[in-house]
């Protein structure tokens, strides 16, 4: 199941992504989220600094948009919570197929970052599909995940 998106999303800038830079964008952040293992999660912010030239924002709206076969589940926001939607039963899903992965939430419904956070894909395959390095992306050479505290 995806949580389908609505047509006319909006960049940052509050300008609309047009479809013919959206879908490889798009292709790209689908890709990289299809990486992370059940158990684990990453965030908006760490999809988007891997996938470079997008923002966090952005990935946030391709996984409003996503096919079924992209475990949308698996990205969260950068407090390691759930990201309110404005469906309620959206993010109840998404909490209920990260538990049945394993993932814990404490009391406050946030995730332990530290402890299940994807530390990304490695430095060959980010070469070989013609991702920026993390040398690249400005982070150290071998910090492939971005520090996000």
Not at 18 to 30: D, K, M, N, V
Not at 45 to 72: H, S
Not at 100 to 106: C, I, K, P, R, S
Not at 121 to 136: K, M, N, S, T, V
Request: aromatic share 8%; charged share 25%.
């Amino acid at each position: 199941m995806s949580i389908q998106g609505g047509q006319g999303k909006k960049s940052d800038s509050g300008r609309s992504i047009s479809t013919s830079a959206r879908e490889p964008l798009y292709a790209r952040i689908y890709a990289i989220v299809r990486l992370i293992p059940a158990g684990q999660v990453a965030t908006y912010g760490q999809i988007a600094e891997i996938v470079g030239g997008c923002t966090a924002r952005m990935v946030g709206y391709a996984m409003a948009a996503c096919p079924d076969d992209v475990p949308w589940q698996r990205v969260v926001n950068a407090q390691g919570k759930v990201s309110p939607r404005t469906d309620h039963w959206g993010s109840e899903v998404q909490r209920l197929r990260l538990i049945e992965e394993g993932v814990e939430f404490d009391a406050d419904f946030r995730i332990d970052l530290e402890h299940v956070r994807w530390s990304g894909p490695d430095r060959a395959w980010l070469a070989q599909h013609g991702y920026p390095l993390p040398e690249e992306r400005r982070l150290p050479p071998d910090d492939v995940q971005p520090k996000l505290f």
